[in-house]
């Protein structure tokens, strides 16, 4: 197995913290030092090169460019996209009506074009200014600064993090100008880079470990689904990777340089459905914000909207939702005119969706309007062959994460057996926490000859096959313990188990756990959970 890639990024505050929120997802995959630095010459780069040793170096704008002139190896810069122009804007016009945008003047995928367009939708709240180094952004920063001091007129500056931070400095509200989808797509180059260097190919990102032809066939017919604005509905259990594919087939769509909307629409309460989809217009009811608010929807526009737990969706919410997908227009509460919409929905479900539209509890016209590409996960028990590969691929990468030595070939043939007798119901998810756990236990002192899986992994029967009885008991055993280890608190639940938090509630509730479907019920109301691509 190859090591993981080592990225060194550097940037500012907010800079990093775009990039905090999405390191998670690349645990598996990136070693990643973080430097808050302005580029320039005061900081000796080579140094901290010599001191991290990364594969590639990562920043944005004029960080990058400097940085790319200066050190010898691989630089890779953020991109920004038209999408996360308007979508900064649309932010920034929440705050005030004046807005002036900084952009790097040496960033070749930012047209003229759509400030242009912008201007003549907006003639009077709109400025543009471009920079060539950050010297130059802080004067230009500061001449206007000094310009709305004068003139009374409140500006919000839209920019990278070097400008938030001075804008902040001269008490103007700012907005970063790139999204987290733009941060995925640095991190994707990134690695792309780190591995093409140690491999000497070039080879493409994305994180499934792949050894059975079922799921060859599933990533096949992804990368043709993806071509196109037809819907794709994607089937599968809970942690087989629907959302996985979702952003491979996002990756590769003509809607690529368009955000990844995620909504979870078992999470959002009945009466905040429209708010949080459609959006609103200020004024339009009590408790609405000033400036309004653009619905989940309208965000995905010229990109992807991703639809997790559809069948969890309620009624009501299906006939809202079905209008939108089949005239692509949608009206904000509150306002008088409709907005027009061009994007690719990928809806996601762990249920049987046939048979909730012939049970009466899903929209026959939404699933054939969300039913027009289809693809069905296998379970991990139903392609065994991708067992230990995957189980590999997730003890290395645990292991270097985790500064420990492993006997790869010994803890295979210890854990092979009672791997292959499991019934994984957490399926990948599943796996990739047991990893995590062996690891764990090896850098404290264990062998792969005495390592107790009993204690460590109690939902394996070790002495052999589990009926299905008692693989559900272990799995109830496995949820109270974790409910009690935790203090109640579902979401760090769901994540030690490997299961999703719809799952688990649905176990709470077979369980009768201290009220579950009351749980259930309370948590939803409290929690909307929408994530947002």
Not at 30 to 41: D, K, L, N, R
Not at 74 to 103: K, N
Not at 143 to 166: D, F, K, N, Q, T
Request: glycine share 8%; charged share 25%; net charge neutral.
């Amino acid at each position: 197995m190859s090591r993981r890639a080592r990225i060194l990024l550097i940037g500012y505050r907010r800079f990093s913290e775009l990039i905090n929120a999405v390191l998670p997802e690349y645990a598996a995959d990136a070693e990643v030092v973080i430097v808050e630095s302005v580029a320039s010459g005061s900081v000796d780069y080579h140094a901290l090169v010599r001191e991290h040793r990364p594969d590639v170096v990562a920043s944005a704008g004029s960080n990058a460019a400097y940085l790319e002139a200066t050190l010898k190896m691989p630089v890779v810069a953020q991109p920004v996209t038209d999408t996360d122009v308007v979508d900064a804007l649309a932010r920034a016009r929440r705050i005030g009506a004046h807005t002036c945008v900084f952009t790097y003047a040496q960033q070749p995928e930012l047209s003229e074009r759509i400030f242009d367009a912008l201007g003549r939708l907006d003639r009077q709240g709109l400025r543009h200014l471009r920079y060539s180094t950050t010297s130059e952004a802080r004067e230009q920063l500061l001449a206007l600064a000094a310009e709305a001091r004068a003139s009374g007129r409140a500006e919000v500056i839209v920019g990278p993090s070097y400008v938030c931070h001075l804008a902040e400095q001269q008490g103007l509200p700012a907005v970063l100008l790139y999204s987290k989808e733009s941060a995925r797509r640095l991190l994707d180059e990134a690695l792309r880079l780190a591995r093409s260097r140690s491999t000497g190919t070039a080879e493409a990102p994305g994180r499934f470990v792949i050894h059975s032809p079922q799921m060859e066939r599933v990533a096949d017919l992804a990368r043709t689904y993806a071509r196109g604005n037809a819907a794709v509905l994607i089937e599968g259990e809970s942690g087989t990777g629907k959302e996985h594919i979702a952003r491979e087939i996002h990756r590769l769509s003509d809607y690529r340089d368009g955000a990844l909307v995620a909504i979870n629409c078992a999470s959002i309460p009945n009466e905040l459905f429209e708010a949080e989809l459609f959006g609103y217009v200020e004024g339009a009811f009590t408790s609405s914000r000033r400036g309004g608010r653009v619905g989940l929807i309208e965000e995905a526009n010229g990109g992807v909207l991703y639809l997790d737990e559809i069948g969890e969706m309620p009624p009501a919410q299906q006939v809202k939702l079905l209008r939108v997908l089949q005239e692509r227009r949608l009206r904000p509460v509150g306002s008088n005119s409709e907005l027009e919409l061009d994007f690719k929905v990928i809806a996601a479900t762990n249920s049987d969706l046939r048979a909730a539209v012939m049970g009466g509890s899903f929209r026959d016209d939404l699933y054939y309007r969300l039913n027009v590409f289809r693809l069905a996960l296998p379970p991990l028990r139903a392609r065994r062959e991708d067992i230990e590969a995957i189980a590999e691929h997730y003890l290395a990468a645990y292991a270097r994460a985790y500064a420990v030595a492993v006997d790869q070939a010994a803890l295979l043939a210890r854990l092979r057996g009672p791997f292959a007798a499991y019934d994984w119901p957490g399926n990948v998810r599943e796996l990739q926490n047991f990893s995590e756990r062996i690891v764990v236990n090896l850098a404290h002192g264990a062998s792969p000859a005495t390592l107790d899986l009993a204690s460590v992994l109690p939902e394996l029967d070790c002495g052999g096959t589990p009926a299905a009885g008692l693989l559900k008991e272990q799995e109830y055993r496995a949820i109270r313990a974790a409910m009690e280890q935790f203090g109640g608190d579902k979401t760090a639940v769901a994540r030690e188990l490997g299961i999703s938090s719809t799952t688990l509630w649905r176990r709470l509730r077979e369980m009768n756990y201290a009220g579950g479907a009351a749980l259930a019920a309370s948590e939803r109301h409290k929690n909307s959970n929408i994530s947002r691509g």
